[in-house]
């Protein structure tokens, strides 16, 4: 079973749309988590973090987190074509002392015109 | 943006050989992070140093290996190179210390032929 586990895409969906992006993960004890958003030919870019259960907003994002699931998803409200990317679920494996990110592969969103 | 260079942003070598990786911010955070991301992968943690010295490392060889600067920039050194090493190479610093939100450069493209 892989650590962090996300739908590879791609999701398309069309412009002004709800986008729904989902990751699961396997260690219980994690206590941090984070979406980014990769271009192509880019780096990740931080989008979002979350560590307790629930709902944080930012904008036209929200992060979801439910621990007892070992779940976590990002919305993305009024989707625009820019924001056809690919989303990375980044988990904080159990450590002490550093942060260790965990990331699945990504999930390809195509938001289309 | 982050601040974060990373040199250089591009690279080629062939099997065997070595290569050093730079990365720099521009405020001088003492926490950077290396991550290897091979084509249609997740970033994977190689290591983590903080004020100089390694502070948890992931399941990479030790041709893999690191250095932090007193002024914090930091260096990834990679011998023996093998055709697998091909990846985009990211660093990410961490302002609030090691166990902190990381944002990562905009990385290095290395291909090993």
């Known amino acids: 079973q892989k650590e962090v586990e996300q739908n590879s895409g791609p999701l398309s969906v069309p412009e002004g749309a709800i986008a729904s992006l989902n990751c699961t993960y396997s260690?219980?004890?994690?206590?941090?988590f984070f979406w980014y958003r990769q271009y192509s030919g880019k780096s990740p870019e931080l989008i979002m973090s979350?560590?307790?259960?629930g709902d944080k907003e930012d904008g036209r994002f929200t992060a979801q987190l439910n621990k007892a699931s070992q779940y976590v998803s990002l919305l993305i409200r009024d989707s625009q074509p820019s924001d056809s990317a690919t989303y990375l679920c980044a988990v904080n494996g159990v450590n002490t002392g550093f942060q260790k990110l965990v990331f699945g592969t990504g999930t390809r969103l195509l938001v289309s015109p | 943006e982050t601040g974060v260079t990373q040199s250089p942003t591009h690279l080629i070598k062939t099997r065997g050989q070595q290569v050093t990786l730079r990365c720099s911010s521009q405020s001088g955070h003492n926490t950077v992070s290396w991550y290897q991301q091979a084509l249609g992968q997740g970033p994977q943690f190689i290591f983590q140093y903080y004020r100089e010295e390694e502070n948890g490392r992931g399941n990479f060889p030790p041709r893999f290996s690191g250095l932090q600067f007193p002024n914090y920039s930091s260096e990834l050194n990679v011998n023996a190179l093998e055709l697998d090493d091909s990846a985009l190479y990211l660093c990410?610093?961490?302002?609030?210390?090691?166990?902190?939100?990381?944002?990562f450069g905009p990385g290095t493209r290395l291909l090993v032929l």
């Open positions: 260690d219980r004890g994690s206590q941090s």
């Open positions: 979350i560590y307790s259960n």
């Open positions: 990410a610093i961490s302002p609030g210390g090691p166990q902190e939100t990381q944002y």
